[in-house]
């Protein structure tokens, strides 16, 4: 772990963000795609610099968490964590890949080395692979193995692998919390139109927040798969024109921060394991 | 209004609940079929003497709303208002039928008179009609047709009829909350058991909350079903054998009351359309 | 039983088809509404001159059942009648109003007496209403309470009915087909555009059609909702602009009867409860 | 391609059924593993004898197709072969790993130059991989990564690998029927119960399904997803005991295949695209 803070976690609870950064950041993968460049964030609220992950982070520290981000390289975490910081918050930022079994596995090492066993997991990872096909290229028969199995190390076994690490230790203690965030491709297999990554492999996240659902409650882990079901607030979104001409159509992370608490305070005699989110200006996703 | 309370109102929003007591209540329909007699509920605490319709009325009076309890007679009413008032809440009881057309007019009418256009609907009524047909009755042939058409009334048509009453002025004011408060019998078509009321008419008042969040989300109004996916705690269910044997079974009406107020505070940019809530010791239904 | 053959029913399974006429044939409610006049049907192909219903009752025909037509008035039938007859099949025509417990009651005591206890039911009956509601009044609030009652008499409680006369026989005999013919408009509730029908209340034809399969199916009946998920060739079809432009988009309902037919012949270790219906040219329903 | 009468394929078109042996075939692995030994399948029915694959194949030769039989090794499919031939139909054994592109690669290269491009491709590749964890073993946080990569190959990265292979010329010749072998844990992840495979990958085949159903429909390319939603009769199924004792739990393989048939004849006016199969002792699942 990069940070000595992490000695500041005495008597705080632990909450790690799995992909605490945002490909729409003010510098981020997205930005730079559809922007050609990167945008000067200094005048956007604190709150939704960083998208749902830099939220949820922000709003868990707020709660008095110390919380954890995982980001594929360290540097993208930094605006992140000096934001929380500033506000008082503890955090610290620990590198992970995905798409590699020892990355997880040493990352949540450390993780119960340096800050200790997480009481709140949300698997926030995304990708874009499938976004820069072009029109002609929208079917399946165009979509590249690599593409595929990158998807399907974020979005199926990159989940399970991170399950296996979180699970046996709530299971024994008898509480925790471990939240998807996903979005409303994973409620059933879509088209992939033109400029949309390929998000069938998103079932498979909703599908297996369903079984530990089944499998967990029992042991006192709450499991839930959140479907965020419109654009998220961010540096890159809010500068697109179809949100500058329709700002309602857009989703406040710091909203969509307060839902992912709020199932964290749900009392175990009424857990949610659902939760759709939509901007009151479309119809719900199904 | 049987209440001279409702001058009091000036100033508050006003939240209506209907159905506000419950067949499970110390006197209630179904305490007296399952026990054989009225209970004593004075040990119990306040907030689930009266199940959810109960619990949801204190709470919203408790968070500042002037609050209108509609049962079929007052005097069932009674206490639950004693309660609210001791609380330092503000409410009014208004007699209400949902078979009848006319009652529900009425009733409306002199809501909007007395207390003002509701910014809460929550529509909390429920039968028993189905739950004491013997076990060689189970098919729905042997359902007489008087019960189907009670169901039908409560489930369906009473909801549609309440729905023109309360959406023109929430459409035209551009806010409002109009939640069902369901059962997970409302999510599809299920064999009706011994013991169970005839509940398939519930994917009605499922199906009406569906067709609402479609068309009044872009108005502002929140619709949602809420998928209520257990036993309630009350003095009649927790005076139940299998409840005394594993109290875990059981939901807090208090906890229920405070998902449906969080629901009501959701910003509009993620409303939830449908929240279910089951116990930790149950998986959930689908 | 206005028709004397039904004495020549001996030695042939009974099928019942309930609402055996087209709003859509040349002379029918919609027909007229759309094109303002009757149109000429003589020189469209047999099968598809009085739709579903029709185009049902001619496949049972064929393959040796004899055949019961109801509708609710005689004549709309007589067309649909003669063709079987010149086919070589037998049918009755048997008048039904599905908003009137008593013509159900009487209708089908005159099927059984006349005809026999039918083995193959099949409940095809629609309606129109909210069709003609201007651009303007789109909304549930809009919805007249009679329009709501209707569409409940033939999508709900019709079907209730016509459940409680025909089970009991097929029960206690161990066979039987009981299937409802529906539409996309059943799997959840949708916003009613301008130009549509009031189509909710459907979702409980799918709802009994899933508690009848639960209850009925390990007594050797066969339940089924056939989701026909597109417009239908009929002459009153045919003749629409937008059918005219893409004849892709049409259904022929006498594939739609093999559909049918086919349920009916499944073997009982291989039951399909439900059957949706889509042309190639469009994506499924959900 | 093994076998030389893939000459004589001229005139017939091409079915491919993609795992065409079954596990609880006499010698199969289920069958060694449930009953310790091979069975003696002399005197079953041939229809049954290889399971659903088996099935499928016959039923397709039968109705004049030319069948390509894959397997991993070539001797588990020549009982098979040989039956066909004998019952006149024209067949070949194409060896082929699900968890290997190369291997994809080159058996579909095989397939097109000595059979022709197929005109149907069935997807029903299996695993076991799960099912002799002991009771203790049942959480997901039991299962061995290998476990899952290998449920992965067969449930989702195969079908995607053989979609890429098989969808364009069906695309570019506007015909073509690919339907996938699915079963009820496809439909949603439920808890793994001891003596289950890991099946909640299968969600991702069905997810395939739906994609590509909306993807390939327009383009003339029937896709479907049909769930086997019980116990399919085979040598090892028909000999365990809750069998022996309730042979109405069982489905007959020959009817199921004539389902698959079925859905191949169906006018492209009328496509189902996802097909559940539930014997009449059960309830469907969902």
Redesign the interface.
């Known amino acids: 772990m990069s940070d000595a803070r992490t000695t500041n976690t005495k008597g705080k609870q632990v909450a790690v963000v799995i992909g605490a950064t945002s490909k729409w950041q003010s510098d981020g993968r997205n930005t730079r795609l559809a922007h050609g460049r990167a945008l000067d964030d200094s005048s956007l609220p604190v709150g939704v610099r960083w998208g749902i992950g830099g939220a949820i982070a922000q709003k868990f520290a707020q709660e008095g968490f110390f919380v954890v981000l995982t980001t594929r390289a360290a540097p993208n975490a930094a605006g992140l964590a000096a934001a929380i910081r500033e506000q008082g918050g503890g955090c610290a930022i620990v590198e992970l890949d995905l798409s590699s079994?020892d990355s997880i596995r040493n990352a949540f090492a450390t993780i119960r080395r340096d800050a200790g066993d997480p009481e709140v997991v949300i698997y926030n990872a995304g990708y874009l692979e499938g976004r820069d096909l072009p029109p002609d290229q929208?079917?399946?028969?165009y979509?590249p193995?690599e593409m595929?199995?990158t998807a399907?190390h974020i979005a199926?076994?990159g989940p399970?692998?991170v399950?296996?690490e979180v699970?046996?230790a709530m299971?024994k203690r008898g509480t925790g919390s471990f939240f998807f965030s996903n979005n409303s491709k994973s409620l059933?297999?879509?088209?992939?139109m033109t400029g949309e990554s390929l998000y069938?492999?998103r079932?498979?996240m909703?599908?297996?927040?369903?079984?530990?659902?089944?499998?967990?409650?029992?042991h006192?882990v709450?499991v839930a798969n959140i479907v965020i079901d419109?654009t998220i607030d961010s540096p890159g979104t809010r500068a697109l024109p179809k949100i500058r001409q329709n700002p309602?159509l857009?989703?406040?992370p710091v909203?969509?921060a307060e839902?992912f608490h709020?199932l964290h305070t749900?009392?175990?005699?009424?857990?949610?394991?659902?939760?759709?989110?939509?901007?009151?200006?479309?119809?719900?996703s199904?």
């Open positions: 079994q929208e079917l399946l028969e979509i193995v595929f199995d399907h199926s076994r399970f692998l399950a296996k699970l046996p299971r059933r297999g879509r088209k992939r069938y492999p079932v498979m909703r599908a297996l927040a369903q079984v530990l659902t089944e499998e967990y409650s029992e006192g709450h419109g309602d857009v989703m406040n909203k969509i839902a709020y749900q009392d175990r005699c009424c857990w949610t394991h659902e939760l759709q989110l939509t901007p009151f200006s479309t119809r719900p199904y």
